[in-house]
């Protein structure tokens, strides 16, 4: 199973991130495969954001329920990561991962500045 970021490099603030992830080797419903999206900001730990499920079930950290949404095509096998309102506190490398067989993909660099 492979995972691939993509999506801008610079957000403004106050602006929507959003980040698509590719997968290949696996489909978005097979059972039991859980869909994530983590974060790191730099200098701290790893942060999860949230998860779809392959039934399409949606979980999200709290402090970002708010903000967040993801979805996914299953025609396409993207899922997508949408962040409203961004400040520079959410700058940090962004990974996909499948949860369950703890499957990542390289990362992308998102920065938030004006």
């Known amino acids: 199973v492979q995972l691939q970021e993509s999506g801008p490099g610079l957000v403004k603030p106050s602006e929507t991130l959003s980040l698509t992830c590719t997968v290949s080797?696996?489909?978005?419903?097979?059972?039991?495969?859980?869909w994530s999206w983590v974060r790191q900001p730099p200098g701290k730990g790893l942060e999860w954001m949230g998860s779809?499920?392959?039934?399409?079930?949606?979980y999200y950290t709290p402090s970002l329920e708010r903000r967040t949404a993801i979805s996914r095509d299953a025609s396409k096998n993207h899922v997508t990561l949408q962040l409203s309102s961004v400040t520079p506190e959410d700058t940090a490398v962004y990974y996909c991962?499948?949860?369950?067989?703890?499957?990542w993909g390289q990362g992308t660099q998102v920065t938030v500045s004006s």
């Open positions: 991962a499948e949860s369950a067989r703890d499957f």
């Open positions: 080797g696996a489909s978005l419903t097979t059972n039991d495969y859980y």
């Open positions: 779809i499920s392959y039934s399409g079930t949606t």
